[in-house]
Each structure stands twice: as C-alpha cells, then as structure tokens.
C-alpha cells in the first residue's frame, strides 16, 4: 500500500495502524529490561490537584508500572499545595532509591508556576523531558529523553515502515512531514524528531487555520502529524493520497442520545479512504505513550548502572518486532 512519496492518484482505502500491537511489543521490551536492571527501575507520578484525566493517566502507569516489573509510586498533594510542598515531594522522590524516572502530571492548578515546578524534577530521572535542560538537548538534537507522546508517534511510524521494507533511518529524507499543532508537550518536539530524520518539516497551527490556509499545507504531507484538540479538524479531502497520518487528538464528544466516546482529530472514515495509513482513536498512539513513559525509567536506572542506551525510537524498532506477538 505505501509507497513514498505520496502521490496524487486515488488509492484504495488505507491500513489501520495498531497501536496496542505496537505498545505490546514495547512492553514486552520494557519488561525484558527491566528484569535485567540490577537494582530495579522505579516510577514515580505525581498528581496535585484532582484533575480528573491527569488522575486516570496517573493510574494507567501504576497499572502498566506493575505489569512491567517496574515500581511504582503514586503521589497526589491537595490543589491548594504550595510551591515549597511540592518541591519538596520531589525532592523526597529523588531520594528514594527505587525511583529511577519521575512525571509531574499537567494541569497544575493555576496558583503554582509551572516553569518553577518542572526545573525542580531532577534531569536525569525526567522521564517525560519536561525540564528546560531536557528540552534543550532533545532541540539541540541530542536528547536524554524522547518525551513520550511525540515518541509514540514516530515509534508507529518508524516500526510501520519497517514492516513495510523501509529502513526508518533513511525513509523520511526528504518527505514533507506537517504537523498540525505546536505546542511544547507535543507539536514542537515531534517537529524536531522529524527535523532529526532528514524530513523536511512544515508546523502549521491556530494561525494557519485561522488564515484558511491549513488545508493548503496538510495536502502536501506525505506524512502528516496532528495533535491540535479540535475534533475530526482533518478531513479525507483534505489529504495526499496515500500518505500516513498519525492523530494524537483525544476527544470527548457526546452524540444525541447523551452518551459521551473519544474522537480523534482526524475523521478517520473519510481519512481512511484516502490516505495509505491512519492510526485510529482510540487505539493509535496512546497505549504506545504509557508504554513509553515506562520505557524511559527503566533508561534511566540502566543508566544508573552505567550502561548508556540511546533514547530514540529509531534504535529500537527492530528489536521490538522480537517481541510482536
Ligand atoms: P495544546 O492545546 O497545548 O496545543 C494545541 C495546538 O493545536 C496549538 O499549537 C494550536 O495552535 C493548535 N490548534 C488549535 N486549534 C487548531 C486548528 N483549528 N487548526 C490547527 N491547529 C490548531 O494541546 P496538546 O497538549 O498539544 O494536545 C493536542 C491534542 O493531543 C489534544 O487532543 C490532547 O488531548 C491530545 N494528546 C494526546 C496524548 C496521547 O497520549 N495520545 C498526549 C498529549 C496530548
């Protein structure tokens, strides 16, 4: 079905991609790796506050946290905690001896300074690279961590081209990757892990839509990322045939009857008649962002024990297809 660059012929419809096969593949590596460290890898969330997806996020790890052999510690401080309260959460986690990465979850409620809670996560244990010196070195090209949302993305693109005969370390020169979205958690780093790959890369955003341009720039996309929050924003028509779309979008809709279900930012019925590949929601990169998050403790305890493993997806697709079941 793929074949780069996209073209502008019609194709039949397009494949599905799975995300849970993928976060499966990466959980069996997770929990390989695990096992293998020495002294144990560890997690640690902590939530303050009581938003309610930050609380299900937080639970999802513990589960995955103990399905990997992986510890797992959940911490939650009150919405009215003080800077000086949770700083110092932080810094009881970083002395615990079984915590080898830590996640602050977002939203913090409005009263703390997020910049001034994020600097305080120890850098080596910052599993989600929320730390400015983290994102520092992830735009210098040099990351110690791949957060894991973008990571999840090019994990499914770089296993999928794989599958497909590519090598994922040479298939995006050149291709036009768009992003839609540009936030700091998910559009920019995604923008500089394609930068990485030798894509050439086009970030289009509210200011794109706004000036009726957006469609102009996602009909190039031979791979096309979006991560926007603005339910079924992409449409068939508005993409390269035969080209790969990743949607990132996790929305809740509630249809007539009043019962609420979870949407993408893409339709995928019509995408998925045009495009050569969609990732679904939900069931696309998802799974793969818990799994990651996972995956990038037991990076950090291995590293505690001296071993220096490269953190991005592209050293790592080929020997997750070991553990496809
Ligand atoms: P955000 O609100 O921080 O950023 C949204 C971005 O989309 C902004 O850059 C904005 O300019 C752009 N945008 C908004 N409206 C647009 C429009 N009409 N056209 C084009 N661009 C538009 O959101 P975020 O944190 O980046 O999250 C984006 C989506 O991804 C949300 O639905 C969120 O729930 C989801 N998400 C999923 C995961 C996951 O694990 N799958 C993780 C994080 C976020």
Redesign the pocket.
Known sequence: MLSFPAGDEAVSAGVTLDGRAYARELMGAVTARAGAVEHGAGIATLLVGDDV?ASI?QRRIDRGAREAGVASRVEHLPADASLGQVVGKIAELDVDPEISGMLVLRPLPASLPETRVLRAIPPEKDVEAQHPENAGLLALGTPRFLP??PA?AFLMLDRYMLDQGMNPALAYDGLDLVI????????KPAAILGLARNATVIS???????ADR?DEHTRLADILI?????PR?ITGEMLRPGSIVID????AISDARGSTRLV??VDFDSAIEVAGAVSP?PG???P???AWVLHNAVLAAERREGRHDRPDTLHLVDELRSFAR
Not at 180 to 187: I, L, Q
Not at 226 to 230: D, L, Q, S, T, W
Not at 248 to 251: A, D, F, L, S, V
């Open positions: 997806t996020y894991s949302t999840a839609v979205g540009r936030s700091n958690n998910v559009g289009a955003h509210k200011h794109t839509a706004d957006l979006v991560a926007a929050g603005v924003l990132i979008g996790i929305n993408g930012d929601v696309g990169v998802g793969i962002t818990d």
